[in-house]
């Protein structure tokens, strides 16, 4: 798969000596979806700022499909289409001039075809005559989405896109980010939500403090990272895990009433027989037994904390 | 050159004149209005000629000239600023358009704004006081020259703002008196002779003094010397223009 995007040894120190990023080298593949988490102020928008050409680098090189995004910004940039986090709108325009507007900005010739299938995929076109002060906030937020798409761009950044919106508009959005992919685009999104990284995103990125401290497929991330658990609620509560269950590093929950059993999935045997056995020998008679896996927010959690 | 950028900010803008018909236009031709009806025909009455040229022609192309300055930098700093108020900005940042073809967008619609409203004036003029112009062309070059360099400078102040009291500091409390002080409403050889020198240092002088020379061939400095002086703070503009972006002053980060 090609490379879409390339920042190399990228640096942002900003006006009074703030490090926004420190030396991010990430490499985005042409069609995929790439969700890069992080806490607040981590540097998330900076970066997709630098690359979008509205805050300078302080050192580093972007390329976006090849081009170079301050040498060559004319076609870096109409390569890419941008949802900003906040909700910046003009309020007096109409939503189809606005868009059209948009369209425009990126050198593309009219072309009210294209803008009323981009509204109404986001279901908008029935508001194509209305005011922006109108719309709803989830009406402003796929307004945005649409100005971002009215150039066709072959890459999208989404800024916390569904930040504020709720769980129908979320789901929405997420199948429209979808079909954007199947048509080739390639999508970098920045979210809080882990569950909008893990639904969607090929390959996640995490950054903290500035530095990109890991890219990974996603899939790959959860193996690796996810523990399983096996929690059993026991019959009869008990005060201490017994010396001959400690192989097993038990945690005591439930004031006393479960067990919880760390293992490995990637081990050939990972003990949960031999404990239920065990804990068979030593009399404790238990009710259910039931499993977890760490999702990927406490992947996110762990690592961050770290 | 990106001419659909071009034509989007520029049309862009010139609607949001049309959608703020009353504010952009209709006030101040109401404004200058009253100047003719007040100092032309009230007061215009009790003074006599000036240069051979009744007093309500006399002031027609000061007043012109006034609402061509304020104009153009109130339209062309509230076209800036408002989108970085509002953050619409990074729309425009983050489009495939040069600096240039940014500033020719957001100053030429502004400019734009001025000269209709110049124009507008210039025929409510004719309708209360005689008006005849001896220099077609250089009038127009003086009125096109004035409205982008006022503009340029508007668009200036637009980015330098970060409020909008500072949005109105300049147009208020520096060019409306120096364009009052620089003989828009009498000609600076009234004045004592101290008066007459400290004047010269007012640059608005050399444009209203340029521009009724184009109408009526009377002048308080050499018509040379104001196209040199327009064209001297035309360049001025640009120049700092171009630093504005070559520094991302205000816009980049």
């Known amino acids: 798969m090609t490379t879409m995007l390339s920042v190399s040894n990228l640096s942002k120190v900003y006006e009074g000596g703030f490090t926004a990023l420190k030396d991010i080298n990430l490499d985005i593949r042409r069609g995929e979806i790439f969700a890069l988490l992080g806490p607040n102020g981590a540097g998330k928008t900076t970066l997709i700022s630098i690359i979008c050409g509205l805050v300078n680098a302080s050192a580093g090189k972007v390329t976006v499909g090849g081009h170079d995004i301050v040498d060559d910004y004319r076609a870096a940039r109409s390569l890419i289409g941008l949802v900003p986090q906040e909700l910046t709108t003009d309020a007096f325009e109409t939503v189809f001039s606005a868009v059209s507007f948009s369209r425009g900005l990126f050198g593309k010739a009219p072309d009210p075809v294209y803008i009323e299938k981009v509204l109404r995929s986001l279901s908008l076109w029935d508001k194509r005559n209305n005011k922006i002060m109108t719309l709803s906030g989830g009406m402003k937020r796929r307004l945005l989405i649409a100005k971002a798409l009215s150039h066709e761009p072959r890459m999208l950044f989404l800024d916390e896109p569904t930040a504020g919106v709720d769980v129908e508009l979320r789901r929405d959005m997420w199948n429209l980010v979808r079909g954007l992919r199947e048509d080739g685009v390639t999508i970098l999104l920045t979210t809080h939500y882990i569950e909008e990284a893990e639904e969607m995103a090929d390959r996640i990125g995490v950054i903290r403090k500035g530095e990109i401290i890991l890219v990974e497929n996603k899939a790959t991330l959860m193996h690796q990272l996810g523990k399983k658990q096996l929690t059993v609620h026991l019959q009869s509560p008990l005060d201490a895990v017994p010396d001959s269950l400690a192989a097993y590093a038990l945690e005591r929950g439930e004031d006393g009433h479960a067990l919880t059993y760390t293992y490995d999935t990637e081990r050939e045997h990972p003990g949960i027989t031999d404990l239920l056995a065990d804990l068979n020998t030593a009399g404790i008679g238990f009710k259910d037994v039931n499993t977890t896996q760490s999702s990927l927010e406490d992947i996110f959690v762990s690592l961050v904390k770290k | ?253």
């Open chain 2, 1 to 253: 050159m990106n001419l659909y950028a071009i034509k989007s900010i520029y049309r862009f803008e010139m609607a949001r004149a049309w959608r703020t018909l009353t504010q952009s236009i209709i006030s101040p031709v109401l404004s200058t209005s009253l100047y003719f009806v007040v100092f032309g025909a009230a007061i215009g009455s009790r003074i006599p000629e000036v240069d051979g040229v009744s007093y309500g022609s006399f002031i027609v192309p000061g007043l012109i000239m006034l609402s061509l300055l304020t104009q153009s930098i109130s339209n062309a700093s509230f076209g800036i600023y408002f989108p970085r108020f509002t953050g619409t900005i990074y729309e425009v940042l983050s489009a495939p358009v040069s600096y240039l073809e940014i500033v020719i967008a957001y100053v030429g619609a502004a400019a734009s704004k001025s000269l209709i409203l110049g124009v507008i004036i210039l025929a409510t003029a004719g309708l209360f006081v005689d008006l005849r112009i001896e220099h077609p062309f250089w009038m127009m070059l003086f009125f096109v020259l004035t409205a982008i360099t006022f503009s340029l400078l508007g668009f200036i102040i637009g980015i330098w703002a970060d409020g909008f009291e500072k949005l109105q500091l300049v147009p208020m409390l520096i060019v409306t008196p120096l364009t009052f002080l620089g003989g828009s409403f009498y000609s600076i050889k009234m004045l004592p002779p101290f008066w007459q020198t400290v004047t010269l240092f007012n640059p608005v002088v050399y444009l209203v003094s340029g521009f009724r020379w184009s109408f009526y061939g009377i002048a308080d400095v050499s018509p040379a010397l104001s196209l040199g002086m327009t064209v001297f703070f035309l360049v001025a503009c640009i120049a700092l223009v171009a630093w504005i972006f070559k520094t991302g002053y205000r816009l980049k980060p």
